[in-house]
């Protein structure tokens, strides 16, 4: 037998004590569904047989969509309405009563779920549609929020899906599939394991498939393009064997790539639902994707116990959207990103703990949910270290796998990885508001005999109770190697003091942005996400611009301003100056504050002409192109200018700029319109990083290694080897 063979026996000898010790631990508390289906999506309509087995003193109340009459086809098996639901989707509620020692009944029902579209604002210029489920000839949605099969409460289950559509029609779902049922032309998926949905997915898909090891890649593509299938085949496997290796055996036997009638970004148990505009985003197979095959660990392996807090966002975006960018020397970018945007979208009055966090409804929501979780994470891989964290993570997908877990069980897990007690942390970083905010002072240098010594005060100003911090500090020395160190600060204000060998040259408080903190804003760029975020936004018009030019600006001023009280659109000529209490987008080459905004932006990085415009030695010329930049004016508040000689290009930047919000300037061309440059001005200074005496810094220090380079020191979750680091980057 060769060492292939070997590991891939290995692999499901392992595999399978884990769904055997899962389901062992799960059987008192799983509902069997045994769902055959039809579906006819002219119509809207359905018809359904579910025989249904209910765990030992299971709850035998359940939810059904309202619009499906239901009746029982097993002898002796009563069945009664019970209150109906009145909100967003109807909900009839039933109890079922069965004679002693019966847990298994049959209901029959039949009906329409047809539902439209839903807008959902998220921040100015962003909203998300969504739909609650329907039965269409473009395809059909389906999943416990339409209660489409009978909802026992959060009961986890098991099924069969046997599903009868048009021909020419496919069906995904959840676990193993798909195949032809053996006594009609149906095709049947099946989830053994627990799951905490069932998902119907249909439409006229081209099927495309890869086996690898005892994981299949499937993609569902609604027009044939084996060139985009390929590349998504060959990428799941990549991730797959990633994230195996990080964390432990791949719960399930395929992996999907299915392709929405809608734009969405959707992350399934054993599948993801993308819309066909985002599948082609060419740089989508190395973001999103890695980010929704993740999810088949956190959130689709170990389920989130949304009542104490969703974690997974959190940490699915760190290990998957940080610890690539992280690979790439893109890491500490990410996270004063991730930073800039808690600053942006987050104040009092919309920010909460993670613990009241479910899911993303609104900008503020995601940069707490997503990206206060994800620094969360990195201070306790920094706290801990990247092996013990790594260890952590095991041990927590290892103990919680197919149950639900929060941050209850993330904190045992490491606490056992590390044998420290770890429970102020979690407690701080999950259950209080807000941020740190940082402000160094008094920094000195005094000669000794022995050498130098460096004081100084570092201050939390924040109004709120000082929180525990590990403060990381670099200091580089003259003749001397710089000195790395970490200090602990536990009251709103910590004296520093240093003894060094050599002369001070220069003095950084947090340099890799590692710890989760209000941002000064001179520690970063001016952003369009100041303005998306704001407070309090004025949009400023240009009354001398062309009439369909006006009238276009003035459209996008007013989608951006839909459902926004806090936006104001004002003519230029209306105001003798700019206020100082807001942010401000001014629009058009003609508007009358334009001087102004050129006094924000340094000179070198950007100059305009009559027929040319020059970002960082690159020259567009005017004609064709549409430009958006963002400057800082002496009152810390952010101006931006955007201006387009075409009427036409203005709907897509409506729709278009606030998906930029991390950037300092926008190329686009043509009338779609298509970006061809983007980017953030340089950030010459931060008041936490001091230059104290003049010299070259020539031995600048790298930030720590990525985490996937632990993965050298450790076995194999899996006891499979490992795999090299060179292997890992060619992704």
């Known amino acids: 037998m060769n060492n292939t063979t070997n590991n891939r026996l290995l692999r499901f000898i392992l595999s399978m004590i884990l769904l055997l010790a899962s389901r062992t631990l799960l059987a008192q508390s799983v509902v069997d569904h045994r769902i055959k289906v039809s579906i006819d999506p002219e119509t809207g309509s359905l018809t359904v047989k579910d025989t249904v087995t209910l ?85 059909v949605f389906l999943d416990a929020g339409v209660a489409w099969y009978p909802r026992f409460g959060d009961t986890l289950k098991t099924f069969s899906l046997s599903v009868d559509l048009p021909d020419g029609w496919l069906v995904v779902s959840q676990g193993s599939g798909p195949a032809k049922a053996q006594d009609s032309k149906a095709t049947v998926w099946s989830a053994n394991l627990p799951q905490d949905d069932i998902y119907l997915i249909a439409a006229p898909f081209h099927f495309y498939s890869k086996q690898q090891g005892n994981t299949e890649a499937q993609v569902f593509l609604r027009q044939k393009d084996p060139n985009l299938a390929d590349r998504y085949l060959q990428a799941t496997s990549r991730y797959l064997t990633l994230y195996e290796e990080l964390i432990g055996p791949y719960p399930y ?30 740089f989508i197979i190395y973001t999103s994707y890695p980010h929704e095959i993740l999810h088949n660990w956190w959130g689709n392996g170990v389920y989130v116990d949304y009542a104490h807090g969703n974690w997974s966002e959190g940490l699915t975006s760190y290990l998957a959207d940080h610890l690539l960018k992280e690979q790439r020397g893109q890491g500490m970018a990410y996270r004063r ?60 997908y290892r103990d919680n796998l197919f149950k639900q877990a929060g941050y209850a069980e993330l904190r045992s897990a490491f606490e056992q990885a590390s044998s420290r007690d770890l429970r102020h942390f979690f407690q701080q970083w999950t259950e209080r508001n807000g941020a740190p905010r940082l402000e160094l002072s008094e920094l000195k240098v005094a000669t000794q005999a022995d050498g130098y010594r460096l004081s100084g005060k570092l201050r939390q100003t924040q109004t709120a109770a000082p929180f525990e911090l590990d403060i990381p500090i670099i200091i580089y ?42 941002l000064h804003p001179d520690e970063v760029p001016p952003v369009f996400s100041k303005l998306f975020g704001a407070e309090r936004l004025l949009i400023l018009l240009p009354a001398d611009a062309p009439r369909t030019l006006l009238e276009g600006y003035r459209r996008l001023a007013n989608q951006w301003a839909s459902g926004n009280n806090n936006i104001e659109i004002r003519l230029d000529r209306d105001l003798s100056q700019l206020p100082q209490d807001r942010q401000i987008w001014l629009m058009g080459r003609e508007n009358h504050f334009l001087d102004i905004f050129s006094n924000t932006l340094n000179n070198n990085d950007y100059s305009v002409s009559d027929e040319t ?74 008041p936490l990083q001091r230059q104290i005496h003049s010299g070259p810094v020539v031995n600048r220090m790298p930030p720590p290694a990525p985490l996937l380079d632990a993965l050298d020191n450790l076995p194999h979750p899996s006891a499979e080897g490992t795999v090299s680091t060179l292997q890992r980057l060619k992704m």
């Open 613 to 686: 415009v020059s970002i960082k030695q690159k020259t567009f010329p005017r004609s064709g192109h549409s430009f958006a930049f963002a400057g800082r004016s002496d009152s810390g508040n952010t101006i931006a200018w955007l201006t387009s000689d075409d009427p036409a290009s203005l709907p897509g930047l409506a729709r278009k700029l606030p998906h930029y919000g991390k950037y300092s300037y926008l190329v686009f061309e043509g009338e779609r319109p298509d970006n061809r440059t983007k980017g953030q001005w340089e950030v010459s200074r931060s």
């Open 55 to 139: 765990p030992d003193n299971g709850n035998t109340g359940f939810t059904l969509h309202a619009g499906l009459n239901a009746r029982i086809l097993t002898p002796g098996v009563q069945l009664s309405q019970t209150s109906r639901a009145n909100q967003e989707i109807q909900l009839q509620g039933y109890r079922v009563s069965l004679p002693q020692g019966v847990k298994q009944f049959t209901l029959e029902y039949a009906g329409k779920i047809e539902h439209g579209f839903t807008t959902t604002h998220e921040s100015t210029g962003r909203s998300r549609q969504r739909l609650a489920g329907t039965i269409s000839s473009e395809g």
């Open 253 to 282: 036997t395929k992996f999907a790539l299915v392709e929405n009638f809608w734009e969405t970004g959707y992350g399934m148990p054993s599948f993801t639902l993308l819309g066909s505009r985002v599948i082609r985003l060419p």
């Open 477 to 518: 020395l003259a003749d001397a190697p710089p000195l790395r160190t970490s200090l602990p600060m536990r009251e709103h204000s910590l004296d520093l003091n240093f003894t060094l060998p050599g002369k001070p040259l220069r003095f950084e408080i947090d340099p890799w942005f590692d710890l989760f903190r209000e």
């Open 337 to 396: 990103s991730a930073l800039q945007r808690y600053g942006d979208f987050v104040r009092g009055s919309n920010d909460f703990p993670l613990t009241g966090f479910r899911s993303r409804h609104t900008s503020a929501s995601q940069a707490v949910g997503y990206d206060k979780a994800l620094m969360m994470f990195h201070m306790l891989r920094r706290k801990l270290g990247d092996e013990q964290f790594i260890q952590g993570l095991r041990r927590f």
